[in-house]
């Protein structure tokens, strides 16, 4: 009952390292989402991409990049990683106005 | 600017007795509505929807009730269960090109046994 899959449950890495983060969804779904959650903050979009080689920034951008070369698959990229992006990370898909399925989830800490 | 607002944090309710969690927003434009549920350590999983043409929706021991006037929406659980102990969170969206939804900060909900 494969859905969303992330590449990482737990990932620790160090300040100014480069991270992927990886998802992959089974549901031919056209829309791809990352967001991070945090305390108080709640779930803030960061990229989305409705179709292949498409994205889109969402409300938190800034020192994050994602790729989309096929439809299954979004990765999200930490160009330097910092401390201030020690986070959850959660990718979701969707069909065009479907409800998100959400992956388990990445527990990233920056050191 | 917070376009989904969940104003309290958190909840403690008895087993048995109902849960309502509630969620206000401010964008007339939204039309579909969704809550999850969030386990520590999990992905969110999708609860309940309900869309601007109706007021009503049940699922089981879920109802999500929508103030499209008031621009509130609520979700119920009765009976309550430990179980249903949990971060739960609104989200909403309106098209505005593709389906993209907004989401609260969160109620997280304690279920005393």
């Known amino acids: 009952d494969v859905k969303v899959t992330q590449s990482s449950r737990y990932l620790v890495k160090r300040t100014g390292e480069k991270v992927f983060l990886e998802c992959v969804q089974d549901?031919?779904?056209?829309?791809m989402f990352w967001y991070r959650q945090d305390p108080g903050l709640g779930l803030r979009l960061i990229y989305f991409?409705?179709?292949?080689?498409?994205?889109e920034k969402g409300d938190i951008p800034e020192g994050y990049s994602v790729s989309r070369e096929k439809k299954e698959r979004f990765s999200l990229i930490l160009e330097s990683a910092s401390t201030n992006q020690t986070s959850m990370y959660l990718c979701?898909?969707?069909?065009?106005?479907?409800?998100?399925?959400f992956g388990p989830g990445t527990r990233l800490t920056v050191t | 600017d917070q376009q989904v607002k969940q104003n309290s944090p958190s909840l403690s309710v008895q087993e048995g007795r109902i849960s309502i969690l509630n969620c206000d927003y401010t964008n007339s434009m939204f039309d579909y509505f969704l809550w999850y549920k969030k386990y520590p350590a999990e992905g969110p999983t999708f609860l309940i929807s309900?869309?601007?043409?109706?007021d009503k929706n049940e699922d089981g021991r879920f109802t999500v009730f929508l103030n499209k006037s008031a621009k509130h929406l609520s979700l119920h659980i009765v009976p309550s269960q430990p179980g249903d102990s949990a971060v739960y969170f609104c989200a909403a969206s309106g098209y505005s090109g593709t389906y993209k939804y907004i989401f609260g900060t969160g109620t997280r909900l304690k279920v005393l046994a």
């Open positions: 309900i869309s601007s043409i109706k």
């Open positions: 979701a898909s969707s069909s065009l106005q479907g409800a998100y399925d």
């Open positions: 991409s409705y179709d292949v080689k498409m994205k």
């Open positions: 549901m031919d779904h056209e829309n």
